[in-house]
């Protein structure tokens, strides 16, 4: 009975043992395949990012000879070109600094340079948000200008100038920029020391998590202003 009873505990412990080891395996294949699946993640996001930096200098070039184009004096005489000079400054200025978030992406993360590009991308990303939105009605500037042109000649001959147009220009520029503010206080960073490099982590600032923020800012004021009223008066403008 007692050597009966001391097999028994061996044996529980066998199994034990083995239960442990193959736990242990399990444990380090598991970390194996997420290390293995984050560097594909990485290697991925830096091959998109190549070609996302690759279309972005295509299209800063195409702007530079749009903008070199657009400042002949011939081009100076109407309003129209007026709204497409704008339209291509603000997108060469949002293609510059895109560039740069695909620079982030592309550099190794240990780079001081790529440290700095961290940090400053919580200030690129609000620039380029509302430059995106100042695209968008800048568009709209202009269609409503052909419209009115087009459709109603004797009012367009008075409306669409050029100096009207850099008035609405300026009024569209500064409403990018208060539009912009609350987004330069939605993140901010943090400075983590891991075996003995410094890491950079973004992080939601309380104006960031505060649902009433993101209801009224990113769903109601982007979702009325920056795309649906935009888009449909320029559908309609186009049909008119």
Known sequence: MFVNTNFSKLDENINMTLLLNESAEELEELFIDDELSKIGITKLIQILSVLGAFVCLLGMIGNLFSIIILNRKSMKKLSTYTYLLGL?????INLTLTLLIMFHYIL????????FLKIALIYIYPIVNSLQALSVWITLA???????????PYIGHEFCKRKRAFIVLGCLFLIAIVYCIPL????????????NTKQIFHTYSKLGQNKYFIYIYHLFIYSTFVFFVPFILIIVLNIF
């Open 88 to 92: 291509s400054i603000c997108d060469e």
């Open 108 to 115: 190794p993360t240990n780079l001081k340079v790529n440290i």
């Open 184 to 195: 330069f206080l939605e993140k901010t960073y943090i400075e983590v020391e891991i075996l």
């Open 142 to 152: 202009f269609t409503v200008d052909r419209y009115i042109f087009i459709c109603h």
